[in-house]
């Protein structure tokens, strides 16, 4: 009869439990997921029951990490596969542009902050430019100054790489070019190496410090000793110096690189 008159006593009762180690499984996948709950409860005025304290730790499952990887995997395709086909960036529209700059923020996003000093490791070799938001300026330059593409001048662009060495803090930024000749002579290809130095700056940035210029002719020419162009006199320099900048790296992995300028500009790199 006690029983009766006061059901939520009785629940109370049952409820009011030692801590203890609560398993639940998912029959469907096998998984287990355990949760170490402890839990005090007081009979309130009323015969209602209430928790006043929870101390609830949760074991993370096994399959939580492998769940992000997945995400990770999933948000890097999608990004690699919004800037496939635009020619590093030399065609892209305002649409592709949009596209790839959400999905590059959707990695960031997943990925966390880069830390640069445990990974710095990632960054040595050479990598190639698949995308530069920059391009899409149809200059060479990107978002700085630099010759026009298309038919103005004759000048096709080839690969764009970087040099990394983390040993010797160098950081090449290396151009193929193919320069159009007058008729019936050929086409000259070139390769410009921007030498720099670099340096960490926080988490995950970087400042490049520009060095010099270096041209050397392929191809048929490629027998030509290489050209070093020197600088201009110190008092006819820019107050900037076109050559030195700074980047923050929002994704960086074994094989992939997401960087984003000093002026906005969003790049990715592959490893080659």
Not at 132 to 145: E, I, Q, Y
Not at 194 to 199: E, Q, R, T
Request: proline share 7%.
């Amino acid at each position: 009869m006690a029983s009766l008159l006061h059901p939520t006593l009785a629940l109370c009762r049952r409820r009011h439990t030692p801590p203890s180690i609560i398993t639940t499984s998912n029959s469907d996948s096998g998984e287990l997921l355990s949760i170490r709950r402890r839990r005090n409860f007081n009979l309130k005025k009323g015969g209602g029951c209430r928790s006043s304290s929870s101390d609830v730790t949760f074991i993370e499952p096994p399959w939580a990490a492998q769940s992000k990887a997945d995400l990770i995997a999933s948000l890097k395709i999608k990004l690699l596969s919004a800037v496939s086909g635009l020619n590093r960036g030399l065609v892209a529209n305002e649409d592709d542009l949009r596209k790839a700059d959400s999905a590059a923020k959707e990695l960031k996003a997943a990925g966390g902050t880069v830390d640069l000093s445990a990974d710095i490791d990632k960054l040595q070799g050479q990598w190639k430019l698949i995308y530069s938001s920059a391009f899409s300026s149809r200059t060479l330059g990107g978002s700085r100054p630099g010759p026009p593409t298309g038919r103005l001048l004759p000048i096709t662009l080839g690969q764009v790489l970087q040099r990394i060495d983390v040993f010797s803090n160098d950081f090449d930024n290396i151009v193929e070019l193919e320069l159009g000749a007058p008729w019936p002579l050929p086409p000259v290809e070139v390769t410009a190496t921007l030498a720099h130095k670099f340096k960490l700056i926080g988490s995950s940035g970087i400042k490049i410090e520009f060095q010099k210029t270096t041209v050397k002719t392929t191809g048929n020419l490629s027998q030509l000793p290489p050209l070093e162009i020197p600088q201009l006199p110190e008092n006819l320099r820019p107050a900037t110096n076109r050559g030195s900048g700074e980047f923050e790296v929002t994704y960086l992995d074994s094989d992939t690189r997401v960087t984003r300028g000093d002026r906005g500009e969003l790049r990715v790199f592959v490893v080659c």
